[in-house]
Nanobody, 126 residues
């Protein structure tokens, strides 16, 4: 049974930082690319960042590029999202997800990911 458990969300002032983590079990973690998505109220879930199964490449949405950093530790089955210079528009529930295909490069489509965490709330106050 594949499980993804996020942690690290919370309330922060604009300009502040948060670090999200996602622990993965039940799958050969190092074989799958991972991604973070987010969903604000009344808005479709959107891609935030992705990291290749090897950790050698990353990809970001334009809205977070230069402020967020995705990383992974294949020895610990952990993927993280460091979020700096947070803005009120970053407020959302953040989800980690694992690609459904072994060894694929990172992808931005929701349909490319088959297992999701329960989500963690990030709220940025102005």
């Amino acid at each position: 049974q594949v499980q993804l458990v996020e942690s690290g969300g919370g309330l922060v002032q604009a300009g502040g930082s948060l670090r999200l983590s996602c622990a993965v079990s039940g799958r050969t973690f190092s074989s799958y690319s991972m991604a973070w998505f987010r969903q604000a109220p009344g808005v479709d879930r959107e891609f935030v960042a992705a990291i290749k199964w090897s950790g050698s490449s990353t990809y970001y949405s334009d809205s977070v590029k230069g402020r967020f950093t995705i990383s992974r530790d294949n020895a610990k089955n952990l993927v993280s999202l460091q979020m700096n210079s947070l803005k009120p528009e970053d407020t959302a529930v953040y989800y980690c997800a694992t690609d459904r295909r072994v060894g694929s490069s990172f992808r931005t489509s929701i349909a490319a990911y088959d297992y999701w965490g329960q989500g963690t709330q990030v709220t940025v106050s102005s």
